[in-house]
């Protein structure tokens, strides 16, 4: 837990001194462990994260949400989301981490439009079948190999693999998490819930992300009440909301702190609007919370 006086660190993403591509790195964990001190605390990351756990002994924590490690199960992340390890005695795993830099990539800029990395449904957890662990396992190996093979190919090589690995996940995804398809509006609300992630802090009215999607109030409020049978606006608050819930539940930033991070000027104010969207004080969700889950 961070004190009050504790800001959320960020881990960028570090090269490392095998291939030393500031925005793709390989992580291995053979039985050995990763420097723990740092995931121990409630951390962000400013890269995507994928990983194979092979063998583990132990729990981590994405948001409010804890994951019971299971063997032979893929765990995904974004920059959005706290993480926090519960500490491992033994860990076999293989990790591939990219940053939003990379996925933006004239030959890749496609990739951040696959459900994994929208992970709109926010589930972070992959059951593997036999066949399904094959696959992975058999991208993750030539995936190794070109990452540390360093020659004017590694670019491209890197991208077509992991290409081929997201899109054979994003399949699973869809298919463990009931995406409802790809028609014009489905797409639309995939941009405009994009959009808010972008831009929570700032943009409040529908009309601003009207804006961005160039397109009218009324209609994007149309589209996303019919495809999620939630008003617009609500999903504007739900973002908020659990992003509050996120500083609430890791740290112990007081209301005033937490109230300017999410760009509201006056602390009743933040009080009032959590209350309303969840039936508690923000006080009150943080000892609650607290207490189910400590």
Known sequence: MLSHNQKLPIYKLEPDDIAGN??????????????????????????????????????????????????????????????VKEGFKQLWSTGIAFTKEFLSLQENASLSK???????????????????????EDML????????????????????????????LSRLYTE?????????????????????????RELREVSDYASLLNISPGHLSE?????SGKPAIKHIHERLILEAQRLLFH??????????????????????????ETGLTPSAYRASIRKMYH
């Open 22 to 83: 500031k925005h793709f790195r390989l992580y291995q964990f053979e039985g050995t462990l990763p420097n723990q001190s740092e995931l121990l605390i409630p951390h962000r990351k400013n890269h995507y994260l994928i990983v194979l756990i092979r063998k583990a002994d132990s729990r981590q924590w994405i948001d409010m949400t804890p994951y019971k490690l299971k063997n032979n199960t893929l765990y995904f992340s974004g920059p959005n989301q706290i993480i």
């Open 114 to 136: 696959l459900p994994l990395i929208q992970n709109l449904h926010d589930q972070h957890e992959l059951a593997l079948s036999a066949a399904d662990l094959d696959f992975v």
């Open 141 to 168: 190996a030539k995936i190794n190999v070109e990452y540390q093979n360093q020659s004017e190919w590694q670019q491209r090589m890197l991208t077509a693999y992991l290409t081929l690995l997201l899109t054979y």
């Open 176 to 200: 463990q998490f009931k995406d409802n398809g790809h028609s014009a509006e489905k797409l639309l609300l995939k941009d405009f819930l994009t959009k808010i992630n972008e831009y929570y």
């Open 223 to 227: 589209v996303v009440k019919i495809q």
């Open 251 to 276: 740290t112990d930033q007081v209301l005033k702190e937490i109230a300017f991070d999410l760009g509201f000027s006056d602390t009743s104010y933040f009080n009032r609007f959590f209350k309303r």
